[in-house]
């Protein structure tokens, strides 16, 4: 038998199996009480604990799930748009839509046109056009395109 778990390891573990239930039931109806009762929490401290440990509310990281894996199915059926945000979990054509919009930056009919299929594991592909905000900029990064520097 192991060594204890800290109160931080035993937290990310109750906050991992959460997650790691969203990953798997995606595309079903999810609430926060179902997933606060895996991880052991109250309702209210679940989405805080949550978004401490992942910089996201549960409901954005499902969200960003669901539209990667639409971005996915866009990418490599030619399903239509309204059958592939259902089968992501959108009960709705409008809120996947909008959603997909703010999280990738163009429509899903729009990001079906500019990418072609790729054979690349889906976890890669999620992890490239993921956006992301600028890097902060360092002291070599300012030297590397400052062309006036030695």
């Not at 401490?52 to 996915?72: F, K, N, S």
């Not at 259902?86 to 909008?98: K, M, N, P, Q």
């Not at 919009?101 to 592909?125: A, D, L, Q």
Request: proline share 7%.
């Amino acid at each position: 038998m192991g060594r204890p778990l800290s109160a931080q390891e035993d937290t990310n573990r109750r906050m991992l199996r959460a997650r790691d239930e969203m990953d798997r039931r995606y595309a079903e109806p999810l609430d926060v009480p179902t997933l606060a009762a895996i991880a052991h929490l109250s309702v209210s401290q679940f989405g805080r604990v949550f978004k401490d440990v992942y910089g996201e509310t549960p409901h954005r990281y499902l969200q960003r799930r669901r539209v990667e894996r639409a971005m996915t199915l866009l990418r490599q059926t030619d399903r239509p748009v309204t059958d592939v945000a259902w089968d992501v979990g959108f009960a709705s054509l409008g809120t996947f839509s909008r959603t997909f919009s703010n999280i990738v930056g163009s429509s899903p009919t729009e990001f079906r046109s500019e990418h072609e299929p790729v054979h690349v594991p889906s976890c890669f592909i999620a992890a490239w056009t993921r956006r992301r905000e600028a890097a902060p900029r360092t002291a070599v990064s300012e030297k590397r395109d400052d062309p006036d520097a030695g």
